[in-house]
């Protein structure tokens, strides 16, 4: 087994590992486990400090992106989709295959969102129904101010979906000062539970929206209508993955016990980026660096692959390469969740030490040294 520092799937901790294998119940006939569900869907919200409802839905991550794009996009509706990032542009897909029309705001991708400048362009076009914008973007670690991004949108009348599943609980959000309409979270990066869960989070505003709808919405499994009255009647419109709810449970009091979260996250990421760049490494972002993830530019005198092989095969840490723009071009390192803590990346940057020396890369500096003295 190699030790998971990839940004995402993350290390699962003992007790939600526990958490999945206890007796199960009929999650459709016993109202308790409708009880627990809302309990926990109620814990979610507040970490994530709004009023608005959170629903868990069957699926990994992705599932809550293709959710808030079918159920708020009708044929020929205008989509601002803020693209400074893999994610950022994938959002146009949904748009476009459920009728809509995106309209990419394409920006530099090795850059944090210019919120000043988005001002601006909103000066003049601001007919849109929904915007999309990604919290932090993993391929290459971005980080966007959605808590200045989604207000702004809001001035408009321009409801805002919002892909934070690989920030949400290791970067401050508060959902309601932001405004967000619909935010996704996923059960395998922070939160570090096994893949397959969604989490979303619906405003009001959002709710009007689904309920003006002139078509119906496209789908049954992606439609966020579905849930409408599920606590009222106690009962699901499919029946929950009651081991994987438990798990998620599991977790989500795992970070309601960790007040140290965030800022844990917070100096992880700092004392990384401190080690990067006293070794003479290349941090691939120029702003916007997220603390859930570091990314740096492979160095010239090796690759990517030959870096992941000897951290795999000697170190026996797994770290990831990216894909798409990125790939070949970049390493990725997952300090989330139960992955960040200081044993974790003492480990991981003293691996990384080794495995540049073995491939011929001179260090100005050790990273394991540089992040023991700045953490
Ligand atoms: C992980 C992730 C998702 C979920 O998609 P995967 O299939 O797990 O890659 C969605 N958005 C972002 C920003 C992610 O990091």
């Known amino acids: 087994m190699y030790k998971i520092m990839t940004p995402g799937p993350t290390q699962v901790m003992e007790n939600v590992r526990l ?19 809302k309990e926990t869907c109620d814990k979610i919200s507040a970490l994530l400090d709004t009023k ?87 391929p290459s670690g971005m980080l966007n101010d959605v808590s200045r991004i989604c207000p702004l949108l809001k001035q408009y009348g321009i409801l805002t979906v919002v892909d934070s599943v690989s920030a949400m609980f290791g970067e401050e959000l508060h959902v309601d000062a932001a405004q967000i309409d619909i935010l996704c979270g996923g059960s395998q990066k ?32 992606a439609n966020l209508q579905i849930f409408d009255d599920y606590y009222e009647h106690k009962w699901f419109p499919y029946t929950m993955p009651i081991s994987d709810i438990y798990g998620l449970r599991a977790a989500v009091d795992n970070i309601e016990n960790d007040p140290d979260l965030l800022a844990r996250h917070a100096r992880i990421a700092r004392a990384t ?28 005198q090796t690759s990517d692959l030959a870096i992941l092989r000897t ?5 026996g840490i797994m770290i990831a390469g990216s894909f ?7 390493i990725r390192i997952g300090h989330m969740g139960a992955n960040a803590t200081v044993e974790n990346m003492i480990e991981t940057l003293a691996g990384l030490d080794g495995t540049f020396a073995k491939l011929g890369v001179p260090l100005q500096a050790s990273l394991e040294d540089v992040f023991k003295e700045n953490i």
Do not use: W
Request: proline content about 4%; overall charge negative.
């Open 52 to 138: 608005n409802e959170t629903l868990i839905l069957s699926g990994e991550g992705i599932l809550g992106l293709e959710a808030a794009c079918v159920s708020l996009t009708e044929p020929g509706d205008k989509v601002l989709v803020l693209d400074n990032g893999v994610f950022g542009r994938g959002f146009a897909d949904f748009v476009t295959m459920y009728g809509g029309e995106p309209e990419l705001y394409t920006m530099d991708y090795r850059n944090t969102i210019d919120v000043d400048a988005l001002a601006e362009f909103l000066k003049e076009h601001h007919d849109y129904k929904f915007a999309t914008v990604v919290h932090g973007d993993t």
């Open 190 to 221: 922070v939160v570090s539970a096994p893949p397959g869960l969604t989490l979303v989070t619906v405003s009001q505003d959002a709710k009007e929206a689904m309920a003006a709808r002139k078509t119906p919405i496209p789908s049954f499994y």
């Open 19 to 37: 958490a999945r294998s206890l007796e199960c119940t009929n999650p459709d006939l016993d109202e308790s486990f409708v009880e627990f569900y």
């Open 311 to 315: 951290m795999r095969e000697d170190y």
């Open 324 to 330: 798409d723009v990125f790939a070949g071009k970049v």
């Open 273 to 300: 980026r401190e080690a990067f760049v006293a070794a003479g490494l290349e941090l691939y972002l120029e702003s916007g660096h997220s603390n859930t993830v570091t990314v740096f530019t492979v160095p010239e």
